[in-house]
């Protein structure tokens, strides 16, 4: 069983085009993330939700916009793609906030704008 | 600007010897710390993680020691197997819901 799950894996879209990535968790985790890996490796955070309430908006265009319908499922979608945005997205839940949290991440999708 | 660096893109390391991964931080409020092991088209998964009340953890083949005063850490795998290579990601924060990640060791044992 795939405990942090998101779909498409891979996506390949043009310029302009909208897009959304799917993820769910079936660890019952009450807080959820987005993160991006960007062509150098880094891997930043985009968005956090506990309990479908954002709690960390970092300063990502806001081309990019998640939706939370409950808190297994945390939905990426990206208006307007740029080239820019072709990266590895990691969706990736925790079962709690603060010290000893542990992020459990999900395969990642590889999105490819052209 | 990067708060957290691992500043060696890549390791390799002959079976059973000691791997050694380093990871730097630049922020003092950074007190708590995981380390993330990554396979190719894998998401990360977590290994061991370090608070700063501590200066080593350890669970089994991995410990992690944390330096406070040289805002550094550490992981060691030893014996070191084929199965480690892998891509390890050091993280930090300073509240237990932000992370910083680094920018990965590319780890490569040798059989």
Same mark, same amino acid.
């Given at each position: 069983?795939?405990?942090?799950?998101?779909?498409?894996?891979?996506?390949?879209? #043009?310029?302009?085009?909208?897009?959304?990535?799917?993820?769910? #968790?079936?660890? @019952?985790?009450?807080?959820?993330?987005?993160?991006?890996?960007?062509?150098?490796?880094?891997?930043? *955070?985009?968005?956090?939700?506990?309990?479908?309430?954002? *709690? *960390?908006?970092?300063?990502?265009?806001?081309?990019?916009?998640?939706?939370?319908?409950?808190?297994?499922?945390?939905?990426?979608?990206?208006?307007?793609?740029?080239?820019?945005?072709?990266?590895?997205?990691?969706?990736?839940?925790?079962?709690? #906030? @603060?010290?000893?949290?542990?992020?459990?991440?999900?395969? @990642?999708?590889?999105?490819?704008?052209? | 600007?990067? /708060?957290?660096? /691992?500043?060696?893109?890549?390791?390799?390391? /002959? $079976?059973?010897?000691?791997?050694?991964?380093? &990871?730097?931080?630049?922020?003092?409020?950074?007190?708590?710390?995981?380390?993330?092991?990554?396979?190719? =088209? $894998?998401?990360?998964?977590?290994?061991?993680?370090?608070?700063?009340? %501590?200066? %080593?953890? $350890?669970?089994?083949?991995?410990?992690?020691?944390?330096? %406070?005063? =040289?805002?550094?850490?550490?992981?060691?795998?030893?014996?070191? /197997?084929?199965?480690?290579?892998?891509?390890?990601? &050091? =993280?930090?924060?300073?509240?237990?819901?932000?992370?910083?990640?680094?920018?990965?060791?590319?780890?490569?044992?040798?059989?």
């Amino acid at each position: 069983d795939t405990a942090v799950s998101q779909t498409p894996k891979y996506l390949v879209t #043009q310029m302009g085009n909208d897009k959304s990535i799917k993820c769910e #968790q079936n660890l @019952g985790h009450d807080t959820m993330y987005w993160y991006k890996q960007d062509s150098k490796k880094f891997l930043k *955070i985009m968005f956090s939700y506990n309990n479908k309430e954002l *709690i *960390i908006n970092e300063t990502v265009p806001n081309r990019f916009s998640p939706k939370s319908p409950d808190k297994a499922h945390l939905n990426l979608h990206i208006n307007s793609l740029e080239l820019g945005d072709s990266a590895v997205y990691f969706c990736a839940s925790s079962q709690r #906030q @603060g010290y000893g949290n542990t992020i459990y991440f999900g395969e @990642g999708s590889w999105l490819t704008v052209v | 600007d990067q /708060q957290v660096k /691992q500043n060696s893109p890549s390791l390799s390391v /002959q $079976e059973g010897r000691i791997s050694i991964l380093n &990871c730097d931080y630049t922020n003092s409020m950074f007190d708590y710390f995981l380390w993330y092991k990554k396979y190719p =088209a $894998e998401g990360p998964t977590f290994l061991i993680s370090i608070s700063s009340i %501590k200066d %080593k953890n $350890e669970d089994g083949r991995f410990t992690v020691f944390l330096n %406070k005063s =040289a805002k550094h850490l550490s992981l060691h795998i030893v014996p070191s /197997q084929p199965g480690d290579s892998a891509v390890y990601f &050091c =993280a930090a924060s300073d509240n237990g819901n932000q992370f910083y990640f680094g920018t990965g060791t590319s780890l490569t044992v040798i059989p």
